[in-house]
T-cell receptor, first 114, second 113 residues
Framework: KAGVTQTPRYLIKTRGQQVTLSCSPI?????VSWYQQTPGQGLQFLFE???????NKGNFPGRFSGRQFSNSRSEMNVSTLELGDSALYLC?????????????FGPGTRLTVT | LAKTTQPISMDSYEGQEVNITCSHN???????ITWYQQFPSQGPRFIIQ???TKVTNEVASLFIPADRKSSTLSLPRVSLSDTAVYYC??????????????FGRGTQLTVWP
């Protein structure tokens, strides 16, 4: 069974630009979560999608948005990039909805904003 | 909201048992406790999950006292390859636990030969 895949793996953008990251979950997984990881803040939850609906949201500004398609693939968009958005963005998928969760993480997209 | 506190770092030697404790004083009734392992430049990997008492799998044990305000991850007979960051996560997805997802700061475990 293929794992969670994320594209691209590395990205360099300039301040003010926008970026879209993609995540393909494990086949059969309907929940996709996004996280931002930085050395200073650690792993922070961005949002979670289930059946094309955003079900959970962390404390990030509106510049961070996402969506999920009918095949469970998800995209995350960051508009008006800031230097502080440089981070490893991780996607995780899960099939377990209500009894806690076991998430499977992808390798991440390393975003550098210059 | 349930946040977690873990030691920043721990050292051990090969073959020893390692216990990492996580504090989560504000854990909610619906929250589960989950531990992940992360190597550099990789996504976290699920280790173990529990709700109360003790859970054991092929790689670790998780001890949760009755008040659930803390939990202890136990790694038996660690090896050099267990050197990683270990995260304690309290929360769940969906329903009444909406938005209640917090990773701890993580514990850097270093295993020495």
């Amino acid at each position: 069974k293929a794992g969670v895949t994320q594209t691209p793996r590395y990205l360099i953008k300039t301040r003010g630009q926008q970026v879209t990251l993609s995540c393909s979950p494990i086949s059969g997984h309907r929940s996709v979560s996004w996280y931002q990881q930085t050395p200073g803040q650690g792993l922070q939850f961005l949002f979670e999608y289930f059946s094309e609906t955003q079900r959970n949201k962390g404390n990030f500004p509106g510049r961070f948005s996402g969506r999920q398609f009918s095949n469970s693939r998800s995209e995350m968009n960051v508009s008006t990039l800031e230097l502080g958005d440089s981070a490893l963005y991780l996607c995780a998928s899960s099939t377990d909805r209500d009894r806690g969760y076991e998430q499977y993480f992808g390798p991440g997209t390393r975003l550098t904003v210059t | 909201l349930a946040k977690t506190t873990q030691p920043i770092s721990m050292d051990s030697y090969e073959g020893q048992e390692v216990n990492i404790t996580c504090s989560h004083n504000n854990i909610a009734t619906n929250d589960y406790i989950t531990w992940y392992q992360q190597f550099p430049s990789q996504g976290p990997r699920f280790i173990i999950q529990g709700y109360k008492t003790k859970v054991t799998n092929e790689v670790a044990s998780l001890f949760i006292p009755a008040d659930r305000k803390s939990s202890t991850l136990s790694l038996p007979r660690v090896s050099l390859s267990d050197t990683a960051v270990y995260y304690c996560l309290v929360g769940g997805l969906g329903g009444s636990t909406l938005g209640r997802l917090y990773f701890g700061r993580g514990t850097q475990l270093t295993v020495w030969p």
